[in-house]
């Protein structure tokens, strides 16, 4: 049983949510908490340099906002909105918190994953915890 367990949410591949959330329930131990983790990711300078409005803030209390309406009537589930690259953050909070185990989400390959890689592989490579791939 794992007592500190991080689930890291896509929320553009946000349909696997609930039961990723069920599985890690199952591998709880009492007292233990879950942390659903969204990563926004960086916009890169020269784009920034082209923006009028900075968004970051109002982006980054949507998606903590989007999180906690998965969280909705579920107890013990905290949230956390990390930024920079997934597959480097979210091992990053698992050192820094003591995380014990990642529950991970792998959406079927395709062609676009071969050539951009997949933020699940990357974390079980740099993870410093056991990771679950929920498929």
């Known amino acids: 049983m794992y007592t500190n367990i991080l689930i890291p949410i896509a929320l553009d591949h946000e349909y696997d949510v609930q039961r990723t ?6 591998l709880l131990a009492t007292p233990g908490k879950i942390t659903l983790v969204a990563v926004l990711e960086n916009v890169p300078a020269y784009v920034a340099e082209y923006a009028t409005v900075k968004p970051a803030d ?9 999180l906690r309406a998965l969280a909705t009537d ?3 589930l905290d949230a956390a909105v990390l930024s920079g ?16 185990l990642i529950v991970i989400n792998s959406h079927k390959p395709g062609v676009e994953d071969y050539f951009l890689g997949s933020t699940a592989s990357r974390v079980v490579r ?10």
Do not use: F, M
Request: proline share 7%.
């Open 58 to 66: 109002h982006i980054r209390a949507e998606i903590e906002q989007r």
């Open 85 to 100: 690259k997934p597959g480097v953050a979210i091992p990053d909070l698992a050192a820094e918190t003591s995380a014990d």
């Open 74 to 76: 579920q107890e013990g």
């Open 21 to 26: 959330i069920e599985t890690a329930r199952r």
């Open 126 to 135: 740099r993870a410093p915890c056991s990771v679950l791939v929920v498929r």
